[in-house]
Protein backbone atom coordinates (compact mmCIF):
# COMPACT_ATOMS: atom_id res chain seq x y z
CA UNK A 1 0.00 0.00 0.00
CA UNK A 2 2.81 2.42 1.01
CA UNK A 3 4.47 1.56 -2.13
CA UNK A 4 1.61 2.27 -4.11
CA UNK A 5 0.76 5.50 -2.56
CA UNK A 6 4.10 6.62 -2.69
CA UNK A 7 4.31 7.38 -6.68
CA UNK A 8 0.65 8.94 -5.91
CA UNK A 9 1.39 12.97 -7.07
CA UNK A 10 -1.19 13.70 -3.62
CA UNK A 11 -2.69 12.30 -0.62
CA UNK A 12 -5.48 13.18 1.56
CA UNK A 13 -5.35 11.42 4.98
CA UNK A 14 -9.18 11.64 7.13
CA UNK A 15 -8.03 11.38 10.41
CA UNK A 16 -11.49 9.95 12.70
CA UNK A 17 -12.18 11.18 15.97
CA UNK A 18 -14.26 9.91 18.66
CA UNK A 19 -16.58 7.31 17.11
CA UNK A 20 -14.91 8.52 13.46
CA UNK A 21 -16.42 10.26 10.83
CA UNK A 22 -19.43 10.46 8.72
CA UNK A 23 -20.24 7.13 7.17
CA UNK A 24 -20.89 9.17 3.91
CA UNK A 25 -17.41 10.59 4.04
CA UNK A 26 -16.11 6.70 3.98
CA UNK A 27 -18.80 5.60 1.43
CA UNK A 28 -18.66 8.66 -1.01
CA UNK A 29 -15.78 10.49 -0.91
CA UNK A 30 -12.88 7.94 0.48
CA UNK A 31 -10.71 5.56 -1.88
CA UNK A 32 -9.58 3.52 0.81
CA UNK A 33 -10.32 2.77 4.35
CA UNK A 34 -7.49 1.82 6.33
CA UNK A 35 -6.69 0.35 9.59
CA UNK A 36 -3.06 -0.11 10.75
CA UNK A 37 -4.02 -2.54 14.12
CA UNK A 38 -6.33 -4.03 16.26
CA UNK A 39 -6.18 -0.92 19.29
CA UNK A 40 -7.93 1.83 19.81
CA UNK A 41 -6.58 5.15 19.72
CA UNK A 42 -7.78 8.78 20.62
CA UNK A 43 -7.98 9.48 16.79
CA UNK A 44 -6.57 9.08 13.74
CA UNK A 45 -3.84 11.30 14.01
CA UNK A 46 -1.14 8.66 15.10
CA UNK A 47 -2.43 6.27 12.51
CA UNK A 48 -2.11 8.86 9.43
CA UNK A 49 1.23 9.87 10.58
CA UNK A 50 2.51 6.30 10.57
CA UNK A 51 1.36 6.11 7.15
CA UNK A 52 2.86 9.46 6.25
CA UNK A 53 6.14 8.50 7.48
CA UNK A 54 5.92 4.95 5.75
CA UNK A 55 4.48 6.43 2.27
CA UNK A 56 7.28 9.15 2.31
CA UNK A 57 10.39 7.12 3.21
CA UNK A 58 9.44 5.53 -0.53
CA UNK A 59 9.66 8.78 -2.36
CA UNK A 60 13.00 8.91 -4.24
CA UNK A 61 15.18 11.14 -2.47
CA UNK A 62 13.56 11.09 0.69
CA UNK A 63 15.99 8.77 2.43
CA UNK A 64 19.19 10.08 1.20
CA UNK A 65 20.17 6.82 -0.63
CA UNK A 66 17.54 5.26 -2.74
CA UNK A 67 18.82 1.92 -1.96
CA UNK A 68 17.71 1.91 1.75
CA UNK A 69 14.69 1.46 1.26
CA UNK A 70 15.25 -1.38 -0.97
CA UNK A 71 16.23 -4.76 1.66
CA UNK A 72 13.92 -4.36 4.87
CA UNK A 73 11.27 -5.83 6.40
CA UNK A 74 8.06 -6.38 3.93
CA UNK A 75 10.32 -5.72 0.86
CA UNK A 76 10.55 -9.14 -0.21
CA UNK A 77 7.58 -10.59 2.03
CA UNK A 78 9.54 -11.22 5.24
CA UNK A 79 10.58 -9.51 7.82
CA UNK A 80 14.17 -7.96 7.58
CA UNK A 81 17.13 -10.43 9.54
CA UNK A 82 18.61 -9.67 12.46
CA UNK A 83 21.25 -6.67 12.52
CA UNK A 84 24.71 -6.50 14.98
CA UNK A 85 27.36 -3.59 15.16
CA UNK A 86 29.98 -3.45 16.87
CA UNK A 87 31.81 -4.45 19.12
CA UNK A 88 31.83 -8.66 17.80
CA UNK A 89 31.72 -9.13 21.74
CA UNK A 90 29.23 -7.41 24.02
CA UNK A 91 29.04 -8.61 27.79
CA UNK A 92 29.34 -12.36 26.53
CA UNK A 93 26.94 -11.93 23.58
CA UNK A 94 28.69 -12.77 20.45
CA UNK A 95 27.61 -11.78 16.79
CA UNK A 96 27.45 -14.86 14.58
CA UNK A 97 30.41 -16.05 13.36
CA UNK A 98 29.39 -16.12 9.94
CA UNK A 99 28.77 -12.53 9.57
CA UNK A 100 32.98 -12.12 10.61
CA UNK A 101 33.48 -14.23 8.03
CA UNK A 102 33.68 -11.83 5.05
CA UNK A 103 31.80 -14.26 2.46
CA UNK A 104 29.69 -12.49 1.48
CA UNK A 105 27.55 -15.91 -0.34
CA UNK A 106 27.55 -17.21 3.18
CA UNK A 107 26.18 -14.18 4.66
CA UNK A 108 23.53 -13.73 2.29
CA UNK A 109 22.15 -17.15 3.16
CA UNK A 110 22.07 -16.29 6.71
CA UNK A 111 20.06 -13.61 6.35
CA UNK A 112 17.29 -15.28 4.25
CA UNK A 113 16.99 -17.92 6.68
CA UNK A 114 17.38 -15.66 9.99
CA UNK A 115 14.39 -13.49 8.13
CA UNK A 116 12.39 -17.00 7.02
CA UNK A 117 12.69 -17.98 10.81
CA UNK A 118 11.89 -14.71 12.15
CA UNK A 119 8.60 -14.40 9.98
CA UNK A 120 7.70 -17.52 10.79
CA UNK A 121 7.55 -17.45 14.66
CA UNK A 122 6.80 -13.73 14.65
CA UNK A 123 4.26 -13.22 11.99
CA UNK A 124 2.72 -16.69 10.99
CA UNK A 125 0.59 -14.81 8.49
CA UNK A 126 3.11 -13.66 6.51
CA UNK A 127 4.76 -16.78 6.57
CA UNK A 128 1.82 -19.10 5.13
CA UNK A 129 1.01 -16.38 2.61
CA UNK A 130 5.49 -16.42 1.36
CA UNK A 131 5.70 -20.30 1.68
CA UNK A 132 2.72 -21.38 -0.45
CA UNK A 133 2.26 -18.31 -3.00
CA UNK A 134 5.82 -16.94 -3.49
CA UNK A 135 7.86 -20.64 -4.59
CA UNK A 136 9.78 -18.24 -6.47
CA UNK A 137 11.04 -16.90 -3.21
CA UNK A 138 12.23 -19.86 -1.51
CA UNK A 139 16.30 -20.36 -1.48
CA UNK A 140 17.63 -22.93 -3.59
CA UNK A 141 18.45 -25.91 -1.60
CA UNK A 142 21.83 -26.70 -0.75
Known amino acids: MARRWSREPHLI ?7 GYDERV ?15 LTNGALPAMVMID ?3 RLIPGALGDDESAVD ?16 AEFRGWAVPEVL ?26 LWEGW ?12
Open 54 to 56: SVT
Open 72 to 87: ESFSAGLLEYPHYTRP
Open 100 to 125: LSGNHADIARWRRLQAMRRTAERRPD
Open 13 to 19: FICGSYE
Open 131 to 142: RWEKPSRRPKQA
Open 26 to 40: RRYLADEDVSIGDFV
